[in-house]
C-alpha cells in the first residue's frame, strides 16, 4: 500500500510499504478514506522528539474516516464495509484505567497511539491506504450516515479534546474567558466556549492569520507580542483576571502566559500536548492564586467522543469552521511543512486517501 513515511525532520516520503495484516484475533483492517495532521504531529515531523520515531519506519496520522475490510475472529462489533473512525489512542474499554475513563492510559495497549512512533506501541498511522486497528471492540467507532468524511476527521482527536477541555473548564455564561492557542483545536474550542459566554473570550496567539479566524469566530484576538497581556485582561476584567483558560498551545511559555493572567481561584483547563520534560514553570504562581489546574492534553479522547458527535448532529458546532486545505496523498509532504511553517491560512488539512 502506500503510506506517508517519516525519514527524518521536515522529511516525509510517499512510499509503498506493506499492507497491515490481522495480528491478533481482536483486530480489525481499515482502509482509510480521509486523514490529517494533527497539531500534536508537529513535535515529530519538526524532530523535536527524535527518540520516539523511527526514521524509514513511522508512518504518522491518527485522525481518520474509514471503512472496514476485514475482521479478526474474535471481533463481534464490526463488520465489513462498517463506515468507522477511531479516537487517537487505542484503549481496551476493559482494563481498570479504561473503567476508570483514563482511556489513553489503557494498560492493555500500553498507551498506544495511531502513527505516533514506538514510544506509543509502534503503530501504523493513518496517512496511509490501510491502517490495522488493534482491540477494536474496545475503541473502534462506527459513523452515522449523516457524518461526512471531512467531519470523521474531528472526532479521533480535535474535536473530544476541545470538549473535554471545554467542559473542565466549568464556564458559565456570566465568565470572562480566554483561550491560549488559535490552532484548529483552540479554534473549535473557542466557538464552544463563545457559545457559552456573554463576552468574546480573548484568544492568544502570534499568528496573524489565527487571530484573524479567531475573531470570525467569535474571539477577541489578542497578540502578546504586541500587547501586553496582562494590560489587556486587567482592562477587560477591571484589574480581576479571568475565570477560566482554554489552553491548546502545548508550549511552555504559552502555558505561563495562561497562568499568568488567571483571577485567583481561576481554572486552567490545559489541552495542549505538552513534550518538553523541565520547562520552569513558579509554583509560586500557581499557589498564591489558589488556580486550578486541570489538564487533559493526553485526552481520552474515546470518552469525549459520544458528546463531540452529539455536538456536530445538535448543528452547535461545525467543525469543518477550521478546514483549510484539502490535499492528496501525494501532497502530504507539502503540505506537512506548510503546516509546520503556518503558511499564512493554514489551519487543517484534509487528506483525501
Ligand atoms: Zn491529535
Ligand atoms: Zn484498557
Sequence with gaps: ???????????????EVPDPAVEDPRDVIVRTKAASMCGSDLYLYQGEVEEMVAPGRTTLGHEISAE??????????????????FPYSVSCGEC???????????MTSGKAIYGYGVAFGD?????????RVPLADGHLRRLPDDIGDEVAIFLSCNL???????????VAPGDRIGVVGGGPTGLLALQLLAAIVEEPPLVFDTVDYRLQRAEELGGRPVDPERDDPAEVVAE?????GLDAVVEFAGRGPAFDLALS???????????????????????????FNNLQLRLNGFANAAMGFDRALGLVQDGRIDPTTVLSHRVGLD??????????????????????V
Design 160 to 170: 473530544p479534546a476541545a470538549v473535554i477541555a471545554v467542559d473542565a473548564a466549568e
Design 1 to 15: 500500500m502506500r503510506a506517508v513515511v517519516y525519514h527524518g525532520p521536515h522529511d516525509l516520503r510517499v512510499e
Design 331 to 352: 501532497e502530504v509532504p507539502a503540505a506537512a511543512e506548510a503546516f509546520s511553517r503556518r503558511e499564512n491560512g493554514f489551519h487543517k488539512m484534509l487528506i483525501d
Design 96 to 106: 481498570e484505567m479504561c473503567r476508570a475513563g483514563q482511556t489513553a492510559h489503557c
Design 261 to 287: 493572567v488567571l483571577r485567583p481561584g481561576g481554572v486552567l483547563a490545559g489541552g495542549g500536548v505538552h513534550l518538553e520534560q523541565d520547562h520552569p514553570t513558579s509554583l509560586f504562581a500557581a499557589y
Design 123 to 131: 503503530l501504523g498511522g493513518s496517512q496511509a491506504e490501510y491502517v
Design 236 to 240: 477587560a476584567t477591571g484589574g480581576v
Design 68 to 85: 472496514v475490510v476485514e475482521v479478526g475472529s474474535g471481533v463481534e462489533g464490526f463488520a465489513v464495509g462498517d463506515r468507522v473512525t
